[in-house]
């Protein structure tokens, strides 16, 4: 295939992509900045698939990229907004795959969109005016890894101080549970947040895109594609299978999300969806205070955190 991954590999050669904390004034709107360059052949084309729990603003800077909309390929350019996915979600990209962007902290989202998630949920938006130009400028040199970064942090900084929205601390909480005790009932939760069910659900849709109960079973389904895709923790492995019941049980949630039981999971290549997967699992280290540790699923050539440029 002819890859050529400039922003990290995993152990079993699987590309991924160079993601950042957000800086303390950030961090209640955005989740992770990423970046990923994959150089391949400008003539070859991948079709794979993405899905995130997160909804997130991409900007590709090469490559030309189209999704699946009523069965057919749609291409996309510049920046875009992609809402949460509760399925797999068709995407192909022609030469390269070099891009930036960065998750989109649920309880932030109308900082960044004007619908409510639930309207952009499984499909996405192209981004213009003046909020997509500044995108577009803070990417214009996405080799420089850094200054990427930098732009982004300072164009996202701008766009929240503009918009001016109150973060909901019960939306911050049950994300939180969302990812770190997605077998919670919905129920229990919304005791918790002082909440009927009926109203979690209505404020959960319309700023992560799906009810709460699909938040949780994605979660619980992501943990575990993670393991089997050695990209979590070894401690969380055991955590991430006791959520299922049996085999068919897994097999179920398998087929519901990515169509395709876990068997042929392990053993199918996702070059879009893995890193992905991977962004997510940093973010948990660093939310169990585990941030300043080795990574156990990068290949050892990778030193991803000293990069400072790719040349």
Known sequence: MGLNPRTGTSHDGNPLSLSRTPPGDLSRFVARFFLVIIERPDDSVLESFLLHENAYIRVPVIGHWETQVGGRWVGYEGPMIFGAQRRRFPVRCAGPM????????????????DAPAHHIADRLEEIDGAWGEALRWACEDIYQTEQTFDRLEQVTRERIME?????????ERFEAISRLDPSRTVADIASELGMIPRRL???????????????LRRSRFLDMAASLRGLSA????????????DASHLNREFRLFVDMPPNKFRNTPTLLFTPGLEVREQR?????????????WIAPAIARGEVDELV
Do not use: C, N, Q
């Open 234 to 245: 070894p401690s969380e492995d055991d955590e991430a299978a006791l959520r299922f019941y």
């Open 163 to 171: 918009r001016r929205i109150t973060i909901d601390p019960a939306l």
């Open 98 to 113: 070099v891009a930036a962007g960065f998750l989109l902290r649920p309880a932030g989202w109308f900082a960044f969109s």
């Open 201 to 215: 659900d209505r404020h959960v849709r319309a700023h992560f895109g799906h009810p709460p109960k699909t938040v």
């Open 284 to 296: 948990k280290m660093a939310e169990r205070a585990a941030g300043g540790a080795a990574l156990p």
